[in-house]
């Protein structure tokens, strides 16, 4: 993966290969092959069709699909036209999805053929959707994607890229107030990642056009777009899995010959669980890169006996457009070592600090807010300055919200979270938004959501209930009202009932005293 000075925003990644290595393979979706010079003309298509539609540069438009390859003709085409993409989480209830695309101003909406006849039922709440295209043949007076496109071949690429700091895709994470946030990632924070992992010359890191990657995170998450996004800059073969499923995804590696990938840890169980993982030929892989939480050694120390490869472990945020630590394979013993525990050290051109409240730099070994700096760093939060502000300070710095501190040695060791984040299966769940759904059920005096450990998820949600006196209502009932109002990826799996939550004097509750017991005997409040 050398890096290519003539790519300076995303558009010019298919351009750029479609002329020089135009018939090799990009894409591979079911039975469908898509080229890099057929990745290039799709993408233009796209592109002119966004400009003829209307859409200006920097304008939102919003994709709501499970992985496919058109996804790539779409994100590259929304490049080329100047525009930004805002995928969205596909796992969503209907009124987060249109809390999200109304927040984005987005102007069209791409719907995959799995949430036609669901959006069918809200899409007139939507406030500046304008035309919703489907992903696949039309649905009455919503046009397919091919027809939308038009005339492929004919299609003029419209070059609008626009300035390296534009912004070019904005995913949506949840915030700890309970509203999702629309974190802004410019071209810049892609092309620079691409440098600072060619600058940390390491095997794992520097991906060429004889990889074969498979994309089975979903591409709404960084992890899915980074990784997929990384893939295709260095003109390798991308397999692209829809929908995640353990026997699929054993197949896909074994038939096409993977040999890099990046999977959550809840994947990596999920896969050594299925009977296939004992008969899978993986001696094609050369690295697995596996984050968005902490593994079990256990689970890890099964994997690397299983996988015979590489395992990296990879640390960053959305805000961070991805990794920013890394812990290499040679820091992967399978009788386990302190650095086990760490996040591992950041790549070539990235600061990593832990400061106190006040914001002063902490010495090794004392715990403190992880921070960070970098070219990766997000432009911002949509609409959001004084979220944006308290993020990002004025030298750069990002508070990650996480509690860590850093060794000698400069590795990042994480504690538990200064925000109280559970991360469930790789995804990030905010308590205050399920406590808020919660509140509406007609028994709860009281409510707060923590994440306990989960041998299959890492965490799982749990919520802990002071009931109205007088007011029947069982554990089951809770989490079906809560079924009816959050995404089920956010109800919890199990309710405890107290008589009080633990607050301090000024109110505020205390949630690490209430987390307390059910971390007991763990070296870290985290899983």
């Known amino acids: 993966m050398a890096y290519h000075p003539d790519i300076r925003a995303l558009g010019d990644v298919p351009r750029i290969h479609g002329r020089e290595r135009s018939d090799k393979v990009a894409l591979i979706e079911g039975d469908r092959s898509i080229s890099y010079a057929e990745l290039d003309r799709l993408s233009s298509a796209c592109a002119a069709a966004l400009v003829a539609a209307g859409v200006k540069p920097q304008r939102r438009v919003g994709f709501l699909d499970k992985n496919s390859a ?3 003709a779409l994100l590259f085409g929304t490049a080329k036209a100047g525009a930004v993409l805002v995928p969205v989480n596909w796992r969503l209830a209907a009124p987060e999805i249109t809390f999200i695309l109304d927040d984005a101003q987005a102007e069209i909406l791409f719907v995959g053929p799995d949430f036609v006849q669901a959006v069918r039922y809200f899409h007139q709440d939507f406030k500046t959707v304008k035309q919703i295209v489907v992903m696949g043949g039309g649905d009455g007076d919503w046009p397919g994607f091919a027809q939308w496109l038009g005339d492929v071949d004919a299609a003029v690429d419209p070059r609008l890229d626009g300035a390296a700091r534009d912004t070019v895709i904005q ?3 949840s915030g700890t ?3 999702p946030k629309g974190v802004m990632l410019m071209h810049d924070n892609f092309l620079g990642n691409i440098q600072q992992r060619e600058a940390a010359a390491e095997e794992w890191a520097l991906w060429t056009d004889k990889d074969v990657a498979q994309i089975a995170m979903p591409l709404f998450h960084i992890g899915g777009t980074g990784s997929a996004f990384l893939g ?3 003109g390798a073969k991308l397999i692209i899995t829809r929908d995640f499923e ?6 896909q590696i074994e038939q096409h010959r993977i040999t890099k990938v990046f999977y959550v840890p809840a994947v990596l169980l999920f896969l050594l669980q299925h009977p296939a993982s004992q008969t899978t030929d993986f001696s094609s892989f050369k690295y697995i890169l596996y984050g968005a939480s902490p593994i079990p050694l256990d689970l890890l120390r099964k994997a690397m006996a299983v996988f015979k490869c590489g395992f990296v472990q990879v640390y960053g945020m959305t805000e961070t457009t991805g990794m920013c630590t890394y812990l290499p394979a040679e820091d992967h ?3 386990g070592n302190e650095r086990m525990r760490s996040a591992g050290k950041p790549l070539p051109g990235i600061e990593v600090k832990i400061v106190d409240e006040h914001g002063n730099s902490l010495p090794p070994r004392v715990v403190g807010e992880i921070c960070t700096r970098s070219v990766g760093i997000m432009a911002g939060y949509w609409n959001r ?9 004025g030298e750069g710095w990002l508070k990650t919200g996480d509690a860590g501190y850093l060794d000698e040695d400069g590795y990042v060791y994480i504690y538990d979270r200064v925000k109280d984040m559970i991360v469930s299966g790789g995804e990030n769940i905010y308590p205050a938004e399920i406590e808020s759904a919660l509140f509406g059920h007609p028994a709860v005096a009281d409510v707060a959501v923590i994440g306990v450990p989960d041998d299959r998820w890492g965490e799982a949600v749990k919520a802990v209930v002071v009931r109205k006196p007088e007011v029947e209502a069982s554990a089951d009932d809770i989490i079906a009202f809560a079924r009816t109002r959050i995404a089920g990826y956010k109800v919890p799996r199990s309710v405890d009932f107290v008589d009080y939550l633990p607050r301090n004097p000024t109110g505020k509750l205390l949630k690490r005293e209430l987390r307390e017991p059910y971390w007991a005997g763990r070296e870290r409040r985290v899983n």
């Open 177 to 179: 107030t309970g509203n």
């Open 385 to 393: 300055p004084d979220a944006t502000a308290k993020t990002i300070d």
């Open 232 to 234: 295709i800059y260095s």
């Open 70 to 72: 058109d996804y790539f």
């Open 246 to 251: 353990p026997g699929l995804v054993l197949r």
């Open 171 to 173: 995913m949506y994470t």
């Open 333 to 335: 013993d399978p009788d």
